[in-house]
């Protein structure tokens, strides 16, 4: 935040707003991990299918490196934001940067 202020806590908000607030953002943070948990394996059926064929003319490299980019940008902007601090946000989008990662050089290898 400007100034440098801290961001006040998740947790300490949802406290201050109510049990009912609380549970919410409880049931989002484990949505929001189990559905990004998910799909970091979704990359495999792609990593898969390029390694069998051997062809990685249908998977466009410049969409993969902007996935790689967001996830990995996203990764070390919540890292930043959560005072340099890991969490579920932060490792799951630096798993999810990784697949990515993995797929731009499967692609890269059948190309080059």
Do not use: K
């Amino acid at each position: 935040m400007a100034g440098g202020a801290e961001m006040p806590s998740v947790a300490a908000a949802a406290r201050r707003a109510g049990p009912l607030r609380e549970g919410y953002l409880a049931g989002l943070t484990w949505a929001f991990t189990l559905f990004n948990s998910a799909r970091a394996l979704a990359y495999l059926p792609t990593l898969w299918a390029i390694h069998a064929s051997g062809d990685s003319s249908q998977h466009s490299l410049w969409t993969w490196v902007t996935w790689l980019g967001a996830n990995a940008t996203m990764a070390a902007w919540l890292h930043e934001h959560n005072g340099r601090r890991c969490n579920r946000a932060v490792i799951v989008n630096a798993a999810n940067a990784s697949m990515c990662l993995l797929t731009v050089l499967m692609i890269l290898r059948h190309r080059l």
